[in-house]
């Protein structure tokens, strides 16, 4: 496929500001995976979900668990993170869990990694936020190798090191899941996605236009520069975010008490101000789809577009009608994108195409044999 369209969760469970009900943490979940069934059932390709620890989200703290869920609901449905937390995880509990994901999914996964925008989740796990980027390239770099490395032996400085560690199970068909950087403002995490020929995801629903536009370039600078091909075929993903209705007035109208109070940018900007300044688009689906194409102006082709819908206390009721409408102009979303799309311009990446590119599947079950510490591969086994 050429480009990947899908929706991203940030779980907040937040007051309806119009009738003051607010949903319990069950309900919300449980909407979710409503929400998830939905993005298949109207053409999407991907669901994400944040991950976070804390009121007012009910977002999971452990996402594989979620994701899990959707993946034995859906058929087709591409399961993802919209935030793993790369800096207070243990890379190898996300080596064991996403490559577990990999499994029960059968490869319909990935996940973008990130720091998350909590500052006190840090402590909570024994961190030091001060060491934010550090964590992110150290414990990433071990990630990396746990699904590569049948046998690890590491050393680094913000955890124990590992003796001939073995992570299981091992990534499916033997090619681990495919890994999105993502970010709001951090260059650092645009090289560190440029250096290992990974996605880069600009998060794109708080910043301008211009600031986007220089986090991707940089990151196609630099992938061009580690040798993984042109700068136009690095892999990108953006986010966005939408509110429709027929009319760009009832939009207008009926999204502006939420917007006022959104934990995620409320009390601060008008809604006119933050909708020029940011690819927020409150307005009639042909207002959404033409603002959508436009992210192409300043990025260039992409592979990922995923928009926030179901945040800042919006109803269950409301949210899915916002999704009936993105249904409709999917179609026109899709050609959109692939008109004009050069021919050597990267397909989004998918486990089937990354299992076709490394030769085909192959089984890379770890057994247990005489060293049981370490193990032995599959065919030494038979």
């Not at 009390?267 to 959404?288: A, K, M, N, R, Y």
Request: glycine share 10%.
């Amino acid at each position: 496929m050429d480009m990947q369209l899908g929706i991203f969760t940030v779980g907040d469970v937040t007051p309806d500001p119009t009738n003051g009900t607010t949903p319990t943490e069950y309900e919300k979940i449980k909407n979710t995976i409503i929400l998830a069934k939905k993005a298949e059932e109207i053409g999407l390709d991907v669901f994400a979900t944040a991950e976070h620890h804390n009121p007012p989200f009910a977002s999971p703290g452990n996402p594989p668990i979620l994701l899990s869920a959707i993946a034995a609901q859906t058929e087709k449905l591409i399961v993802s993170t919209a935030t793993t937390l790369i800096t207070t995880n243990d890379p190898v509990r996300l080596a064991e869990d996403y490559a577990y994901l990999q499994h029960v999914s059968d490869g319909r996964m990935d996940l973008m990694l990130g720091r998350g925008n909590t500052g006190p989740v840090y402590p909570w796990f024994g961190k030091d936020i001060r060491d934010g980027i550090p964590l992110a390239i150290e414990n990433y770099d071990l990630l990396h190798r746990l699904w590569r490395e049948d046998v690890v032996n590491w050393e680094g400085k913000y955890r124990t090191p590992l003796q001939g560690f073995t992570s299981t199970p091992r990534p499916l068909d033997g090619v681990p899941p495919f890994v999105w950087h993502g970010s709001i403002r951090s260059p650092e995490i645009a090289e560190q996605a440029a250096y290992y020929g990974n996605g880069f995801f600009a998060n794109h629903i708080f910043w301008p236009a211009s600031h986007t536009e220089q986090m991707v370039r940089l990151y196609r600078q630099r992938f061009e520069h580690y040798g993984h091909g042109d700068a136009d075929q690095a892999i990108v993903g953006l986010g966005g975010q939408f509110f429709m209705r027929r009319n760009s007035q009832d939009a207008v109208r009926e999204y502006r008490p939420y917007f006022d109070v959104s934990p995620v940018y409320g009390h601060g900007p008008s809604l006119e101000d933050f909708s020029s300044q940011t690819p927020l688009t409150v307005g009639s689906p042909q207002q959404v789809l033409e603002r959508t194409l436009g992210f192409r102006d300043y990025v260039g082709d992409y592979q990922r577009q995923l928009f926030l819908v179901d945040h800042s206390g919006l109803p269950i009721k409301t949210v899915l009608e916002q999704m009936d409408l993105l249904g409709e102009i999917l179609p026109d979303l899709r050609a959109g994108f692939a008109e004009g799309r050069p021919a050597h311009i990267p397909d989004a990446p998918t486990h089937g195409a990354r299992v076709a590119a490394a030769g085909g599947a192959h089984d890379a079950t770890v057994y247990a044999g005489a060293d049981a510490a370490t193990g032995s591969r599959a065919e030494d086994a038979r």
